[in-house]
Each structure stands twice: as C-alpha cells, then as structure tokens.
C-alpha cells in the first residue's frame, strides 16, 4: 500500500515531528484534498475557507496554484512535496532504460533555489531510512536509489528542457523575472508541461501574491473557487503559520498596507500596474536596426545611466529628432564587473563619433562620472528630472509612435517590465518591478527626452521694425 501525504506530514517515523502538529494543520488539510485523500471535519472547513470549493475533493488534482502570504511555511512545504514525489513514488515502469525521474523545483534565482534545495536535504538527512536512498548529492541536485532525482534550478525556459519530469515546484511564481522574455513565467511552465506528459506529473506553484497579471494571477482569476483538475488556494501568512507572531504583520500595516496586504494577507495588489504595454514598445522599434551611423549636419544627444552597484549595467543611450520623430541611434551596456575607467574611455569614444560634447546623467551617480567624462572631454550635465519622470514623459511619445528604437531585445523586457505604483497619498513612480532591472530603459527614456527638448541656444531677431510693434521671430544661432 502506497504511503499517502497525510502520513508523510503525520507519521512519527517519517516527518510527523515537523509537520503534524496544530501550526501546520492547515497544510495537511490542502495537501491532503489536492491528493485527492477524504477530509475529516476541521479539514473540510478548512479546505472550503482556503480554496473557495463547497464540495469535498473528489479525486487528485493535475495543477496546485497555493497564493500564499510570506512565512507562511512555502519553502518548507515545497520541500516536503519534493521529497514525497521523489522518494514515496515509483515511477520505474513508466522510464525507458538509463532515463530518471526528476523532481525539479524552479526559484527566481540562484540563492532562492539553494535555500529550498537546503529544506530538502534536511529533510532526507533527517530520516535514516530516506537517507539511505541517496546515491548521489551536490549543491543543486539529489539521486536517490529508486532512479529519481530532485533538482532546484533557476527560472528559465531554455534550462527545463530535456528532463523527464515527475513533478515541478514553481517556487515564488509571481517574482520570475527574465532578461529574455516579458512573461517568463508563462514560457517557463509552458516548456516544463510537455516534460511532465510522460509521468502524469503534477505542477505546484506556491508564491506570495503579487500585481494582477501573470501566470499566478491568472490561474486564481480563472480557477480559485471553481470546482476541476487545476486547484487554486488563497491564504494569509497567519492561516498557515500560526506561529507567526501578529504584530510583524501590523507593524507591517502600519508601515505600508498595500505591501503587506499582499506579502502577509495574500492579496493581490491593486496599486501595482504595468506601465506600457508590449504591442506600444513593438510598434516603436525597428525591426532589424541595430545602430544608426552618425550624418552630417545631425544633432545628436546622449544620456547615461552609471551603474550605482554589482549587480547594475553602466548604460548610454544616442539619439537625435527628426521632424516630430525621436530617433535612438546607439546603444551601449557593460555589465559587472568593468573598469568604470575603461567604460568612460569607450563611451566617450563614441560620443564623439556623434560630435556629442556633453551627456546627461543620473544625478545620484555623484562626481566621480563627471571627473571621468572631464578628463576625456565631455561635459557631464545633471538630469533635470528623476528616472520616474523620465518615463512618465516618454510614455506619450511611444504611445503615438513617435520614437523609433532599435531592435534590442534587452530594451524590449525592460520596457514592458516597469510598473507603474500608487502610493497612498496618491502620486505615481515608475520603476522596474522584484528583481528586475531598467538601466537600459533609464538611458533611452533619458535621450528621448533630452532629444525631443526644443533647443536653448536661441536669440532673437527683429525682422521688421518699420510698424509702431515690431515684428519679433525666433532665430536659432545653430541652425537646428
């Protein structure tokens, strides 16, 4: 008789010390309806309570979409379910020879996966019997003896492929974010579905909620409450863990009640949007144009986005306006690590190339860009504006399509990755969402900007004074 997840969670010899007592009560209830496995009494009430259903499970669902609050046990649960699949399964006469069974579970990063992957081992190094499975241990991967094998990976749609898989964590859905696509989390479990085809395999994603779009909120908006194979919970961090104490979560309120609702009470957050969608960035960008060649006779600015820690590029954006039409001719990025002296040499270098004197800046980058841009010639101007109303300006522009940008996949993500957040006193800032990065964007919305400025070096020329009211017109020194 095959071991169910209720006595995984409760038997004494497995992991009843950890997980059968009253703080994870609520747990054993919606793990137990997702296998499928009769409710007694509290857990029916609870089952109701957390996934919106009126009626007792029936059977094992395909898909568990848990939205929970943070500390609310998710990594612990989520290294319980990878051991349960792992080591309490045989999935032996459904492998082809030599092939394994994989449990993998899926972080937003690197530091997030080896945090649960930690969880794991514990948990089979806890257990003498289960210990005794392992064949094979390293930092991001177990084999164990019944040829299965849990492995922690970051989000990404290009890594999953290749694995037979059994069963997929999705920890932290609702934070993936990706330099090559807008929607990760949508491309990922869309290229991890046909690996699990073969096993049956069950998806579980568990996440603190979020902003409502991707593949998290779509699953709650589409499922929660509705009764079929894909389930869908909702429960605060209290629910779940009860041993949190309250007042880390009315604190919380007290300092920001958007952000704790969603990170403490598992809502959804209302005051979180996405600022330009993908269709308006796709229409402005020219398909093919990577960099446009400095002419003659153009005027050309620049602005830059120094990079102000490890883990930020140094950016610098060109471009020059033609009729109503802002052109962003060049494009250049340098990720850590770098010498912020050679990147100056570079930068400069070309700002030249596009008789560019002076370039505009983030004004928190301090003096030490405007010393390196002195010693090599140019002129290193203060923006007038935060990077937040950079973007707001820049909005109109790409919405009736007078800016074109080049094909630049990079630009294109972060772009679509802003949002665009409300605070309570009712003012707007734009910046990049958890995890993502908008230095890039920051420079192009910065030469956008300066480059659609009407140009300051004016004086005035009388052009007819033989009326008692002269007639003045605008004559620009320059020529532009």
């Not at 609702?174 to 085809?197: H, V």
């Not at 962003?328 to 990720?335: C, E, F, N, P, T």
Request: hydrophobic fraction near 40%.
């Amino acid at each position: 008789m095959s071991v169910t997840i209720r006595e995984v969670m409760t038997d004494p010899a497995l992991f009843g010390e950890q997980f059968g007592g009253e703080s994870f009560a609520a747990w054993r209830a919606l793990l137990a309806g997702f296998y499928g496995l009769p409710l007694d009494d509290d857990e029916l009430a609870a089952w109701q309570d957390l996934t919106g259903r009126e009626e007792a499970p029936t059977g094992a669902a395909d898909e568990f979409w848990l939205v929970v609050g943070r500390r609310g046990g998710k990594s612990q649960a989520a290294a319980l379910l990878a051991v349960f699949e792992a080591a309490f399964h045989d999935y032996t006469d459904r492998l082809s020879p030599g092939e394994v069974a994989t449990v993998m579970v899926l972080a937003a990063d690197r530091k997030q996966a080896r945090s649960v992957f930690r969880y794991i081992s514990g948990l089979l190094h806890s257990n003498p019997m289960l210990e005794r499975l392992i064949v094979r241990e390293d930092k991001e991967s177990l084999e164990l003896a019944n040829r299965t094998a849990i492995e922690v990976h970051t989000a990404s749609f290009r890594t999953v492929r290749g694995y037979t898989v059994a069963c997929c964590i999705a920890d932290e859905v609702a934070f993936w974010r990706s330099d090559e696509s807008t929607n990760p989390d949508t491309e990922i479990l869309n290229a991890i579905r046909p690996a699990m085809a073969s096993l049956d395999g069950k998806l579980l994603a568990l996440s603190s909620p979020y902003a409502r779009r991707g593949a998290l909120w779509d699953a709650y908006k589409r499922y929660y409450g509705k009764a079929g194979p894909i389930l869908v919970a909702q429960a605060p961090s209290r629910t779940m863990n009860p041993t949190l104490p309250a007042r880390v979560v009315e604190q919380a309120m007290e300092r920001d009640a958007s952000a704790a609702k969603a990170e403490y009470l598992a809502e959804f957050r209302t005051d979180v949007e996405t600022f330009v969608s993908r269709e308006v960035v796709d229409a402005c960008t020219m398909p093919g144009r990577v960099e446009l060649p400095p002419v003659e006779g153009v005027r050309y600015v620049a602005f830059t986005d120094p990079s102000g820690g490890s883990k930020d590029a140094w950016t610098l954006a060109i471009a020059h306006k033609e009729a109503d039409v802002v052109i962003v001719d060049a494009l250049r990025s340098r990720k850590p690590p770098f010498s912020p002296e050679a990147v100056v040499e570079e930068y400069a270098a070309l700002l030249k190339q596009y008789r560019a004197s002076k370039v505009t800046g983030d004004r928190y980058a301090g003096e030490f860009p405007r010393e390196l841009f002195a010693k090599r010639g140019i002129t290193y101007q203060v923006a007038d504006r935060p990077r937040s109303d950079l973007y707001r300006d820049t909005l109109p522009l790409l919405n009736s399509g007078r800016v074109e940008l080049p094909d630049n996949g990079e630009l294109l993500q972060q772009f679509v990755g802003l949002e665009r957040r409300t605070s309570r006193a009712g003012k707007d800032s734009i910046d990049h969402g958890p995890g993502g990065h908008d230095d890039l964007a920051n420079s192009v919305a910065g030469a956008i900007i300066t480059a659609n400025k009407p140009p300051t070096n004016i004086i005035f020329e009388c052009l007819d004074d033989s009326g008692p009211e002269p007639e003045w017109q605008p004559f620009n020194l320059f020529g532009y």
